[in-house]
């Protein structure tokens, strides 16, 4: 159909396309492979296991100021929100068993430090 003169074409539709779905999905898996090798880099625990260790001690104090805090402070606010969530579905008891689950398989709460540090890494970062 021919358009009309004075008139602008229509915008390409917006929304996910399979192959952008594929793409992201490929970069979450590449990104996250390399969280079951231990000490792949040192820090990568250690800014996570404070979060977890502020939680469970129920205090907001940072236990080393080797690192800039805003981190912590995020992942201590996601993991108290995923600590919550647990408790209402009685998955944990207390802090300290929530701990315990990140002892015990620290994997969905090293994804979400990962997944969180890439967009705020990004965005300091220059073009």
């Not at 021919?2 to 898996?29: C, F, H, K, M, N």
């Not at 236990?63 to 993991?79: A, N």
């Not at 969905?108 to 997944?115: D, K, Y």
Request: aromatic fraction near 12%.
């Amino acid at each position: 159909m021919d358009r009309v003169e004075g008139t602008r074409p229509r915008p390409a539709r917006r929304g996910w396309s399979p192959q952008l779905v594929a793409i992201a999905a490929l970069a979450l898996v590449l990104r996250a492979y390399p969280l079951h090798v231990f000490y792949i880099h040192p820090d990568q625990e250690w800014i996570p296991t404070m979060a977890m260790q502020s939680l469970a001690a129920g205090d907001w104090r940072p236990e080393l100021l080797l690192y800039p805090s805003g981190l912590m402070y995020t992942l201590r606010v996601g993991y108290t929100a995923a600590y919550a969530v647990c408790r209402l579905l009685g998955r944990v008891e207390d802090r300290v068993e929530f701990l315990a689950s990140y002892i015990e398989r620290p994997f969905p709460f090293l994804l979400f430090a990962r997944v969180w540090s890439r967009p705020t890494t990004d965005a300091g970062s220059d073009p």
